[in-house]
């Protein structure tokens, strides 16, 4: 693929998997093609008026729940043009992207059998390790940690050996909040720099008048 040389740098959104307790990067997965659209819903965490008192319904419990969705596409065929360059491509096509996304979303093998050796050996109680943290990463403006919620994966074609070439995928996150990890906690702090970032981002928000909105007082 070809770009015009006075072009600017094109920024990619992707994912990170950090170790939560050191921060130290363990993989990046950068996200082949940005996505057209991005989805972002958030849903109020407030004192409902049906609690009883009618004096707590402008107060909020804590942040939003913010849910993000994206579609991104995943396509071979530019490398498979240059396969002396590109044999991971042309021996397995899109599998060991989709792969580093699907790891995600399962506990690591070694995990299992661990656990497996626990159980065989009379543990009464397994705690499940924790894993990676996920960060969500969309601009320098937006690094959240999250959760995947959804996670869907159309493949779209095929080489001769049944490798997928180009797939798309839909996923769903869930922000991490002060609401989901302690404070103390490595992905707490993640959040609250992006809070503090949306806070600054509103101040310089020039802001409007009455006199815009048809009113001259209230």
């Given at each position: ?18 170790a939560p307790d ?46 993000i969705k994206l ?108 609401n989901d990890l ?37």
């Amino acid at each position: 693929m070809t770009t015009f040389p006075n072009a600017p740098r094109l920024v990619k959104g992707g994912i990170v998997l950090i170790a939560p307790d050191t921060g130290v990067v363990q993989r990046i997965i950068a996200l082949q093609y940005n996505p057209d659209t991005l989805t972002r819903s958030l849903q109020i965490k407030g004192v409902s008026a049906e609690a009883g008192d009618r004096r707590e319904t402008q107060r909020l419990i804590g942040p939003p729940v913010e849910t993000i969705k994206l579609d991104a596409e995943i396509d071979a065929t530019d490398q498979l043009e240059f396969p002396e360059n590109n044999r991971s491509a042309v021996e397995l096509g899109v599998f060991p992207h989709l792969a580093a996304l699907e790891a995600i979303v399962y506990p690591s093998s070694e995990q299992i059998q661990n656990n497996d050796s626990l159980a065989r050996s009379g543990a009464l109680e397994i705690a499940p390790m924790e894993s990676l943290l996920t960060l969500f990463i969309w601009s320098k403006q937006r690094v959240v940690p999250v959760l995947f919620t959804e996670f869907s994966i159309t493949e779209e074609a095929f080489d001769t050996a049944l490798n997928p070439i180009r797939a798309r995928v839909s996923l769903g996150m869930r922000v991490l909040s002060v609401n989901d990890l302690p404070f103390s906690h490595r992905g707490n702090s993640l959040f609250m720099a992006y809070h503090q970032q949306k806070e600054r981002m509103a101040a310089q928000h020039p802001g409007g008048t009455l006199q815009m909105l048809g009113i001259t007082r209230i």
